[in-house]
């Protein structure tokens, strides 16, 4: 017998604030037309005015909760993914954790800039397979329209903020591909890339949060080239090819970029879950709010074979392979 981390609900939460691409033009030199050619955004929400992330966070997890039938009391470990928390600490969480009337088990953040939710996915598969918890929220959420440069055209008119959840449970498998939960999982990082994109600020060197500083074309290079890599490997280690897959569900940072690595992979853009024109780089966040609206819009049935893939600061990148 084997034990999987088996998918058992999906949610999101997007604040209500839409900020079109042609309201940039008010204040950066750009243009709707190069922001939709050169990203594929079209729009993004931006959080209220006193909107933390945990707010996104809360709601997410609630609403995964309830597309799981489950409540928080039967949750052992809440996991976020976030690189901009509410405060330097304590973790999101375990504001999550609280808000949802948890008091067992344990909760922690994760911190892999756009690739955290595949992180955190990584983390809480390996903590079901060791027994530690039975039932595992995972969250991304941010609000990086906190840490935009605004007068940067090359960066500001990318980023946007919400929040997605999924709770995993744990369920016997044979062990082997046509077992329903997380398959497999790849995670990589190499710390020499950590200039190309970056916050220049926080706690231990100037004591302020900073702004978002990127070189995206190098950005750009990395990703095409490490993202196929990765789903190919995570595909490779369940036992399965691109063949298999039903959904490439991506991180949401460039369609051409998403359009590239399906290319790679040899999967059709049928096959690929493609949100991005409406929220922007949601970082951490965006893997889940892609999986949800999906979800919502009917694009899944029992069974399906998933692959998440994601690159971010750090460089940090992986994927993960999931059957539902
Ligand atoms: O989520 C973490 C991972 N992040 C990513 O995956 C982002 C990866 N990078 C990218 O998505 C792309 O590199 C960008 C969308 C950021 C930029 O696209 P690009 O095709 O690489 O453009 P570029 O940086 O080469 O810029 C082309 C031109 C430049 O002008 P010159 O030097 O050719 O005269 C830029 O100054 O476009 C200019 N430009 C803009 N023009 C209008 C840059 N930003 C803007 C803008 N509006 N907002």
Redesign the pocket.
């Known amino acids: 017998m084997t034990v999987r981390a088996a998918l058992r609900g999906i949610g999101h939460y997007l604040p209500e604030r839409i900020v079109e691409n042609s309201e940039f033009e008010a204040w950066?030199?750009?243009?709707d037309e190069?922001?939709r050619a050169?990203?594929g955004i079209e729009r993004r929400h931006f959080a209220a005015d006193g909107e933390l992330t945990s707010d996104l966070a809360i709601k997410a997890a609630e609403a995964a909760l309830s597309d799981a039938g489950m409540t928080g009391d039967q949750i052992d470990a809440v996991i976020v993914a976030t690189s901009t928390p509410d405060t330097t600490f304590p973790a999101v969480a375990t504001i999550v954790q609280s808000a949802l009337g948890i008091t067992k088990g344990f909760a922690f953040d994760v911190q892999a800039?756009?690739a955290g939710f595949v992180f955190a996915m990584a983390n809480a598969d390996a903590l079901i397979l060791s027994g530690q918890a039975k039932r595992v929220l995972v969250i991304g959420a941010e609000t990086f329209s906190r840490i935009m440069n605004w007068q940067d055209?090359?960066t500001c008119?990318?980023f946007g903020d919400g929040a997605g959840a999924v709770v995993l449970e744990a369920q016997e498998g044979t062990g082997g591909p046509e077992d329903a939960g997380i398959l497999a999982t790849d995670l990589n990082s190499d710390g020499r890339y950590r200039d190309l994109?970056y916050v220049d600020g926080g706690v231990s060197s100037t004591q302020s949060a900073g702004v978002l500083v990127?070189q995206?074309?190098e950005?750009?290079r990395h990703?095409v080239e490490k993202l196929a890599q990765t789903a190919d490997t995570a595909l490779e280690k369940a036992g399965l090819t691109a063949d298999d897959v039903a959904w490439v569900v991506p991180?949401q940072?460039?369609s051409r970029?998403i359009t590239k690595t399906a290319q790679k992979m040899g999967v059709p853009m049928e096959r690929v879950v493609l949100t991005v024109q409406n929220h922007g780089?949601t970082?951490a966040a965006s893997i889940p709010l892609a999986l949800s609206v999906a979800n919502e819009g009917g694009k899944f049935a029992p069974g399906d074979l998933l692959v998440m893939e994601a690159?971010?600061?750090g460089l940090a990148w992986g994927a993960v392979v999931l059957r539902l």
């Open positions: 950066v030199d750009t243009s190069w922001i050169r990203s800039v756009c055209r090359t008119v990318l994109l990127m995206g074309k950005v750009f990703a991180h940072a460039n970029i780089n970082s690159i971010g600061g």
